[in-house]
């Protein structure tokens, strides 16, 4: 009986390991705001991520479409700013992360002109991934930088994305949970 329980412990074990191996966040996920936690001055009304993932990198080109301000009228549109993608000035766009661990620098365009981006990510044992950015711009009071981070997890069918993200800001921090379903 013994060797029943340990040979059905190894089976597990080698399916956790492969699962976390070749764990892949490719698709078109579509964000549930229902069991999504998002912070305040989001207001994101809808979002779409599609991911492409390969051994050594994710790409996330992200679509939102917003809410109007409380005391606006209704507009029509979706599109850049706000807390989106990345965190302060992010947006709507496509983002590139290494998952070696090592960081990357590109330059975006932001609400003050360019603004250096650095971005890296790593592959977690577990098949979880760790993505962070860190913006730079220059505002009213100086030179500032924002940092996201995120922690990526699928459940175990791969058709729930769960994203938890941390972002300070020169006006604190921010944290949420994004949940997504692949469509």
């Known amino acids: 009986m013994k060797r029943i329980f340990v040979l059905a412990a ?14 892949s966040y490719s698709g078109t996920w ?3 705001a229902s069991r999504s936690t998002l912070s305040g001055p989001m207001r994101i009304e809808s979002m779409t991520w599609t991911v492409t993932q390969t051994d050594k990198q994710i790409t996330v080109e992200s679509v939102t ?17 706000g807390m989106g993608r990345g965190g302060f000035g992010g947006g709507d766009g496509t983002n590139t992360f290494p998952l070696d661990g090592k960081e990357i620098k590109s ?13 890296k ?4 044992a577990d098949g979880s991934l760790k993505l962070s950015t860190a ?27 769960t ?11 921010q944290t949420s949970t994004f949940v997504f379903t692949k469509s």
């Open 10 to 23: 190894a089976v597990c074990l080698l399916s956790i390991a492969a699962f976390a191996q070749t764990a």
């Open 30 to 32: 579509k964000l549930d």
């Open 65 to 81: 479409k917003r809410l109007p301000p409380n005391d606006a009228p209704p507009a029509g549109g979706g599109g850049r700013g």
């Open 107 to 119: 330059e975006v365009d932001g609400p003050m002109g360019k603004m250096p981006v650095a971005y």
């Open 121 to 124: 990510g790593t592959r977690e």
């Open 135 to 161: 913006r730079t711009f220059n505002g009213p009071n100086g030179e500032m930088t924002v940092t996201t981070d995120e922690a990526w997890s699928l459940s175990a069918d791969g058709k729930t994305l």
């Open 163 to 173: 994203v938890k993200r941390s972002s300070t800001t020169p006006r604190g921090e």
